[in-house]
T-cell receptor
Framework: DVKVTQSSRYLVKRTGEKVFLECVQD?????MFWYRQDPGLGLRLIYF???????EKGDIPEGYSVSREKKERFSLILESASTNQTSMYLC???????????????FGQGTRLTVV | KQEVTQIPAALSVPEGENLVLNCSFT??????LQWFRQDPGKGLTSLLL?????REQTSGRLNASLDKSSGRSTLYIAASQPGDSATYLC??????????FGTGTRLTIIP
């Protein structure tokens, strides 16, 4: 079974703190994604990466950065957490091996981040 | 921008009934479509994947169909159970390495 594992289920951080959300997948997937999910707004893409050290901005990258030093790990960084970043964060992965575009996406269990 | 709509937004049905969830999309140039369920406060669990060339997929009590020409997908749940209560999302892959999410249907099965 494919596994996408997020390091924390719940986090509480203070305003101004630097926050790291970690995501690890064990299926050698090239693509990895970070989303946030808010009531009434659905899932919105923050950043994605299609290879090691590659990153692309999604729809709402402001206030976030990412790191992909190893293929299996994709980190989301909140440089200075703010209360409007309180949300559910979801990581996902998929493969694009040999240019395949029609592959299945897998999601982690989510991290509920509260910034106080 | 692709739009993916799920109607109804919420649905309550008595246990044991069969039901259909709907997903409509405006751009038919998809690579695949996935149906997910999401329990409150948790991540997305993949239920079924339909490739662009397929018309339906089945897994247990679930059957998903895809009609690209009309821009529709349905998820059929047979003999519903209280454990089926969750939010159901259709997710479209347009091959640009990003996914487009439906608006979701919150399903409640009444014991």
């Amino acid at each position: 079974d494919v596994k996408v594992t997020q390091s924390s289920r719940y986090l509480v951080k203070r305003t101004g703190e630097k926050v790291f959300l970690e995501c690890v997948q064990d299926m050698d997937h090239e693509n990895m994604f970070w989303y946030r999910q808010d009531p009434g707004l659905g899932l919105r893409l923050i950043y994605f990466s299609y290879d090691v050290k590659m990153k692309e901005k999604g729809d709402i990258p402001e206030g976030y950065s990412v790191s992909r030093e190893k293929k299996e790990r994709f980190s989301l960084i909140l440089e200075s957490a703010s209360t409007n970043q309180t949300s559910m964060y979801l990581c996902a992965s998929s493969t694009n091996h040999r240019g395949l575009m029609n592959t299945e996406a897998f999601f982690g269990q989510g991290t509920r981040l509260t910034v106080v | 921008k692709q739009e993916v709509t799920q109607i109804p937004a919420a649905l309550s049905v008595p246990e044991g009934e069969n039901l259909v969830l709907n997903c409509s999309f405006t751009d038919s140039a998809i690579y695949n479509l996935q149906w997910f369920r999401q329990d409150p406060g948790k991540g997305l669990t993949s239920l079924l994947l339909i490739q662009s060339s397929q018309r339906e997929q089945t897994s247990g009590r679930l059957n998903a169909s895809l009609d690209k020409s009309s821009g529709r997908s349905t998820l059929y749940i047979a003999a519903s159970q209280p454990g089926d209560s969750a939010t159901y999302l259709c997710v479209l892959n347009f091959g640009n390495e990003k996914l487009t999410f439906g608006t979701g249907t919150r399903l409640t099965i009444i014991p």
